[in-house]
Protein backbone atom coordinates (compact mmCIF):
# COMPACT_ATOMS: atom_id res chain seq x y z
CA UNK A 1 0.00 0.00 0.00
CA UNK A 2 2.48 2.75 1.01
CA UNK A 3 4.52 1.75 -2.70
CA UNK A 4 1.78 2.37 -4.47
CA UNK A 5 1.36 5.61 -2.57
CA UNK A 6 4.98 6.69 -3.00
CA UNK A 7 4.60 5.19 -7.04
CA UNK A 8 1.26 7.51 -7.43
CA UNK A 9 3.09 10.40 -5.56
CA UNK A 10 6.28 9.77 -8.20
CA UNK A 11 4.03 9.90 -11.06
CA UNK A 12 2.37 13.07 -9.81
CA UNK A 13 5.44 14.83 -9.53
CA UNK A 14 6.98 14.14 -13.27
CA UNK A 15 3.32 15.11 -14.95
CA UNK A 16 3.84 18.18 -13.29
CA UNK A 17 7.33 18.45 -13.90
CA UNK A 18 6.78 17.88 -17.48
CA UNK A 19 3.78 20.32 -17.82
CA UNK A 20 5.85 23.00 -16.27
CA UNK A 21 8.64 22.28 -18.84
CA UNK A 22 6.44 22.57 -21.70
CA UNK A 23 5.01 25.65 -20.35
CA UNK A 24 8.62 27.36 -19.89
CA UNK A 25 9.41 25.88 -23.76
CA UNK A 26 5.95 27.17 -25.30
CA UNK A 27 6.39 30.81 -23.38
CA UNK A 28 9.42 30.50 -25.04
CA UNK A 29 8.02 30.04 -28.75
CA UNK A 30 4.98 32.24 -28.61
CA UNK A 31 7.74 35.20 -27.40
CA UNK A 32 10.06 34.50 -30.53
CA UNK A 33 7.27 34.18 -32.75
CA UNK A 34 5.29 37.93 -31.94
CA UNK A 35 7.23 40.61 -33.71
CA UNK A 36 9.32 42.41 -30.99
CA UNK A 37 7.90 46.32 -30.23
CA UNK A 38 11.31 47.15 -28.34
CA UNK A 39 12.84 49.99 -27.21
CA UNK A 40 16.83 50.35 -27.77
CA UNK A 41 19.98 52.52 -27.68
CA UNK A 42 21.40 53.36 -30.51
CA UNK A 43 24.94 53.84 -31.15
CA UNK A 44 24.33 57.52 -31.16
CA UNK A 45 22.49 57.69 -27.80
CA UNK A 46 19.28 58.15 -29.00
CA UNK A 47 16.26 55.79 -27.64
CA UNK A 48 14.95 53.57 -30.65
CA UNK A 49 11.47 52.60 -30.91
CA UNK A 50 10.37 49.52 -33.81
CA UNK A 51 6.75 50.97 -33.80
CA UNK A 52 7.97 53.57 -35.96
CA UNK A 53 9.47 51.34 -38.31
CA UNK A 54 6.34 49.87 -40.02
CA UNK A 55 7.38 50.00 -43.94
CA UNK A 56 9.70 47.28 -44.87
CA UNK A 57 9.81 43.78 -47.04
CA UNK A 58 11.21 42.37 -44.00
CA UNK A 59 13.38 42.61 -40.69
CA UNK A 60 16.74 40.73 -39.13
CA UNK A 61 16.78 41.43 -36.10
CA UNK A 62 20.77 40.07 -35.31
CA UNK A 63 21.91 39.63 -31.84
CA UNK A 64 25.64 39.79 -31.19
CA UNK A 65 28.32 40.21 -28.81
CA UNK A 66 31.72 42.43 -29.86
CA UNK A 67 34.40 39.35 -28.47
CA UNK A 68 32.60 36.56 -30.28
CA UNK A 69 34.51 35.23 -33.44
CA UNK A 70 31.00 34.00 -35.05
CA UNK A 71 29.34 37.37 -34.17
CA UNK A 72 32.26 38.89 -36.06
CA UNK A 73 31.38 36.80 -39.22
CA UNK A 74 27.83 37.33 -38.86
CA UNK A 75 28.90 41.32 -39.23
CA UNK A 76 30.81 40.83 -41.88
CA UNK A 77 27.98 39.06 -43.96
CA UNK A 78 25.85 42.13 -43.14
CA UNK A 79 28.01 44.57 -43.96
CA UNK A 80 28.21 43.14 -47.33
CA UNK A 81 24.67 42.48 -47.92
CA UNK A 82 22.66 45.15 -46.95
CA UNK A 83 23.27 47.11 -50.22
CA UNK A 84 21.27 43.79 -51.80
CA UNK A 85 18.60 44.59 -49.31
CA UNK A 86 17.75 48.02 -49.18
CA UNK A 87 13.88 47.66 -48.54
CA UNK A 88 14.40 45.25 -45.43
CA UNK A 89 15.86 46.32 -42.03
CA UNK A 90 18.96 45.38 -40.17
CA UNK A 91 18.50 45.31 -36.40
CA UNK A 92 21.71 44.68 -34.92
CA UNK A 93 21.49 44.63 -31.21
CA UNK A 94 24.06 43.91 -28.82
CA UNK A 95 24.61 43.97 -24.77
CA UNK A 96 28.19 44.99 -24.85
CA UNK A 97 29.10 48.59 -23.68
CA UNK A 98 28.24 51.43 -26.05
CA UNK A 99 31.63 52.44 -26.60
CA UNK A 100 32.65 48.74 -27.57
CA UNK A 101 29.53 48.70 -29.78
CA UNK A 102 30.79 51.95 -31.85
CA UNK A 103 33.85 50.47 -31.88
CA UNK A 104 32.50 47.19 -33.66
CA UNK A 105 30.03 49.43 -35.53
CA UNK A 106 33.07 51.36 -37.37
CA UNK A 107 35.27 48.15 -37.77
CA UNK A 108 32.60 45.92 -39.36
CA UNK A 109 30.82 49.06 -41.22
CA UNK A 110 27.07 48.66 -40.54
CA UNK A 111 25.69 51.24 -39.61
CA UNK A 112 23.17 52.55 -42.57
CA UNK A 113 19.82 53.44 -44.34
CA UNK A 114 18.76 49.82 -43.68
CA UNK A 115 20.65 48.72 -40.34
CA UNK A 116 20.19 50.32 -37.25
CA UNK A 117 22.94 48.96 -34.73
CA UNK A 118 22.79 49.87 -30.84
CA UNK A 119 22.57 48.45 -27.59
CA UNK A 120 19.66 46.74 -25.16
CA UNK A 121 19.76 45.02 -22.21
CA UNK A 122 20.17 41.20 -20.93
CA UNK A 123 16.60 41.84 -19.19
CA UNK A 124 15.59 43.27 -22.47
CA UNK A 125 16.42 40.40 -24.53
CA UNK A 126 15.54 38.01 -21.84
CA UNK A 127 11.65 40.04 -21.84
CA UNK A 128 11.29 39.36 -26.08
CA UNK A 129 13.12 36.64 -27.14
CA UNK A 130 13.44 34.42 -23.97
CA UNK A 131 16.68 32.61 -23.23
CA UNK A 132 18.84 32.71 -26.55
CA UNK A 133 21.95 32.17 -27.50
CA UNK A 134 24.41 34.30 -28.97
CA UNK A 135 24.47 35.19 -31.91
CA UNK A 136 20.94 34.34 -32.66
CA UNK A 137 19.35 35.41 -35.73
CA UNK A 138 15.46 36.23 -36.48
CA UNK A 139 13.99 37.26 -39.38
CA UNK A 140 10.47 38.16 -39.64
CA UNK A 141 8.78 39.16 -42.92
CA UNK A 142 6.81 42.01 -44.32
CA UNK A 143 3.54 40.77 -41.88
CA UNK A 144 6.31 40.86 -38.93
CA UNK A 145 5.74 36.79 -38.73
CA UNK A 146 8.56 34.98 -37.72
CA UNK A 147 10.08 33.11 -40.47
CA UNK A 148 13.73 32.26 -39.33
CA UNK A 149 15.07 31.87 -35.83
CA UNK A 150 18.59 30.33 -35.76
CA UNK A 151 22.51 31.03 -33.91
CA UNK A 152 23.46 31.29 -37.34
CA UNK A 153 23.07 32.79 -40.35
CA UNK A 154 24.49 32.45 -44.06
CA UNK A 155 24.06 34.00 -47.46
CA UNK A 156 21.73 31.37 -48.52
CA UNK A 157 19.40 31.81 -45.44
CA UNK A 158 18.68 35.21 -46.85
CA UNK A 159 18.32 34.06 -50.19
CA UNK A 160 15.80 31.43 -49.22
CA UNK A 161 13.71 33.76 -47.72
CA UNK A 162 14.51 37.37 -49.31
CA UNK A 163 14.12 38.76 -52.40
CA UNK A 164 17.25 40.80 -53.42
CA UNK A 165 15.91 44.06 -54.84
CA UNK A 166 19.77 45.52 -55.64
Not at 4 to 31: A, Q, T, W
Not at 40 to 55: A, D, R
Request: some cysteine.
Amino acid sequence: MKLRIILLILVIIIVLSLGFLFSLYSDKNEKQSKFPLITFTSIHGKQINLESVTKAEGFCFSILSTDCDVCQSEAILISQIKKLYPDYYFIVLLTDSLNEIRTFDFLYKLEDKNVIIGYISSDSLMKYWGNISIPHIFIYNKEKSLIFNEPAINMNTFKKYWKATS
